[in-house]
Nanobody, 125 residues
Framework: VQLQASGGGLVRPGDSLRLSCAAS????????VGWFRQAPGKETEFVAV????????VYADSMKGRFTISRDNAKNTVYLQMNRLRPEDTAVYFC???????????????????WGQGTQVTVSS
């Protein structure tokens, strides 16, 4: 599967953005799709994930209540709605997919086989 992330941009604190991760290939619903981010000089960080065959999202603690992940299998797309953005949310956001990752490893980027190219999100006044 090939992934294409989009939707990033420059916004002010408190604003919202919606990122999209469009996937090619069939059987998209059989993939767990997650979002990760990397800020300058920092490690790649788990953001949120939508499990395969499931409509419930799993979030990093700092994103709960502000970010919402969703998927549209008919469009082969996973979305990340980000509200009340903060300067510390500034990072390159990547989407990633796996057909084999298990629940206990779902926030570990090493278990994702396919990655999109990343989209820059900058939150600044």
């Amino acid at each position: 599967v090939q992934l294409q992330a989009s939707g990033g941009g420059l916004v002010r604190p408190g604003d919202s953005l919606r990122l999209s991760c469009a996937a090619s290939g069939r059987a998209f619903s059989s993939y767990t799709v997650g979002w990760f981010r990397q800020a300058p000089g920092k490690e790649t960080e788990f953001v949120a994930v939508m499990k395969r065959y499931n409509s419930n999202g799993v979030y990093a603690d700092s994103m709960k209540g502000r970010f919402t992940i969703s998927r549209d299998n008919a469009k082969n797309t996973v979305y990340l709605q980000m509200n009340r953005l903060r300067p510390e949310d500034t990072a390159v956001y990547f989407c990633a997919a796996s057909s084999t990752v298990i629940s206990s490893e779902i926030s570990n980027r090493r278990f994702y086989d396919y990655w999109g190219q990343g989209t820059q999100v900058t939150v600044s006044s």
